[in-house]
């Protein structure tokens, strides 16, 4: 079992920083199997934060939706075409499959020998059973089938039909019955009935199979050598040794040859859906290049997936990754308003309104009374400095002070130092395109039927932003109009200074109304405002209000 624990999708530094930190929790408190994963594109301030503290970035999952590849079984029984159908059924008890994928010499599955036609095959039907004499395989593949050894002569190996003969009869009977025989097909089944094995060598008959372990006299085999007769032994009696001699014939022939396919990457939710009807036993499944990789029968779609989700710095599914709601949550940490889904099983659900996630796992390793690694200790104070503009954000709370306190002394590193590194590494107006700008942190609102979207940036002072300010203004109506927004808005803030400048694009009924120093056209400037959820979208939504 893989327990993953994952941040919310366009991961922002705490929900890298919290994962990453809560993984390592969980695996100091004996926890098998869990990894710190991500399901978005971490940014340079995050990267710096990794580098910094010598840590990777969590593995990455465009989605979890459970695959094939997830319940399938990966060793593969099969059988080689040309190998005798006895090979496979000695296996038939040993795995839970009703058949056996046949492939060829490149291991490539060509079809699915049933276990059901080989039994149809072996005992057929009454007005089929003078074809049950015929069998289309070489002497080596008969000797194989009936475990018997080779007394003298060459052994076949041409795979063509034989006649299965047996001699239960008085030789005079025997006389008559060999007039009929297509001679150069036969494949003789006798006991010690030598006069008998003297008829069929003279007669040119080419293979001639001794049951019981019986040795033949001198005399025969002479004989046998002189006209090039084959002689076997088998240790069967004769009836078991006709049984087992028509399990000679190959897996190619008697393979269905039009079965379904599956690709490892399928989804199971909708491969259930697609195998419904069918009735096919078992699925051989193909990797990126055709080659068979695993199998799985009906059943293992019902299985679960072997994997489970721990979420961090988020709780609602809509900003999960893509198919969370297919897999256990068995765990949250969070520090957001609660919109949990109603989950089967009870969980531990951690929700603490304290300034970041990673104030949070901090706080796990204090409980638990486990020391926290320094880089695992560098890296939550990233987060918690990312999302408290370092504990200036109205977010913060006095257990943040405390434990940014805690994670300083652990790792020997001042908050205020590591806040201006972490601010200066990848200024978003530096590194970005002024439509990514726009778009990297972006939360969209729907006020009563109005449409809206903040944006929000963090810069270490706003010499870059004034270069681009006409650029920005201009992507940002563009932005607005594309998505038919009643307004859109961007807050630009300088996390040295505590300020910010917001852009707004929009109806003028509505940008009349704002009341903040106006900075240029379309611009205001937001003394000591440095929170989104906080400070920005009650005053913007209380501005709507007065629009009425
Ligand atoms: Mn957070």
Redesign the pocket.
Known sequence: MKTLVIGHRNP?M??IC?AIGYAEFKRATGMDGVIAARCGNTNQRIDFALNKFGLEAPVFFADVYPRIEDVMQRNVVSIHRDAPVYQAMTRFGEDKFRGLPVVDDARNCIGLLSAFKLGKYLFPPIENLSSSRIVEASIAHIREAIRGMLITGREDAVIRPRTLVVAAMLTDSFKKRLEQLDIPSTVLIVGDRWNIQELSILAGVPAIIITNNFSPPDKILALAQEHGTTLLSSPHDTATTTLLARAAVTAGQMLSPDFACLSADATLRQTRNDLAMTSQFAFPVLGPQGRMQGIISKSDLLRPAPRQLILV?HNELTQAVAGAEELPIVEILD??RIGVAPTQQPILFMNRPVG???TIVADCFRMARIPIPKPVAGLLMC?MIS?TLNLTSPTTTAVDREIMQELSKICGVKPGDLANEIFSVGSPLLTLSTKEVITADCKEYDERGVLFSVSQIEEISFSQFEKQRSALLEELEKYRLSHGYFFATLLITDVNTQNSVLLVRGNESFTRLIDFPEDGLHAWRLDGIVSRKKQLLPYLTETLARMA
Request: charged share 35%; net charge negative; glycine share 8%.
């Open positions: 922002d705490d929900s919290s710095d520090h957001h970041s996630t990673s987060g999302d």
